[in-house]
């Protein structure tokens, strides 16, 4: 069974990357950052790799997903609350993220989305740990 995970994710501006997901409150490793890539820190067992193009390029023989016209995948998250998912959402917004998806209201779950500078889709949610009731459709 795995015990971390890493996501490695393409950027065309490393700075500006880094900037916007610090004002969403997220904190970096300095041991994995230089001018190539940093790893952001989404919890003690969850990173993500921000790796400039031409870096992420060396890693795949593939060609990189334009991410402001493709969705090459929706990354998602969970916050401790509803109101801590708009305040995400805000802040995302604010700091030069871009809308994406509505929030969705499932009574048991809600769930809002923006994009990131580069158009990486970010999907943030609030779960009753309980669950969906029993009679729920999904």
Not at 50 to 63: A, C, D, N, Q
Request: glycine content about 6%; aromatic content about 14%; overall charge negative.
């Amino acid at each position: 069974m795995a015990k971390q995970m890493f996501l490695n994710l393409p950027v065309k501006n490393l700075d500006k990357t880094v900037e916007f997901f610090t004002a969403l409150g997220f904190s970096f490793n300095p041991d994995f950052t230089d001018e190539n890539a940093t790893c952001m820190i989404v919890n003690d067992g969850a990173f993500v790799m921000l790796l400039v193009e031409e870096y992420f390029r060396t890693f795949t023989s593939k060609s990189i997903a334009d991410a402001g016209s493709t969705t090459e995948a929706i990354l998602s998250f969970s916050l401790e609350s509803r109101e801590a998912v708009d305040e995400m959402v805000r802040k995302a917004l604010s700091s030069g993220g871009t809308p994406s998806q509505e929030a969705q209201d499932y009574g048991f779950m809600y769930t809002h989305s923006f994009q990131d500078p580069d158009g990486h889709q970010w999907e943030v949610f609030w779960m009753d740990p309980a669950g969906p009731p029993k009679d729920a459709a999904l």
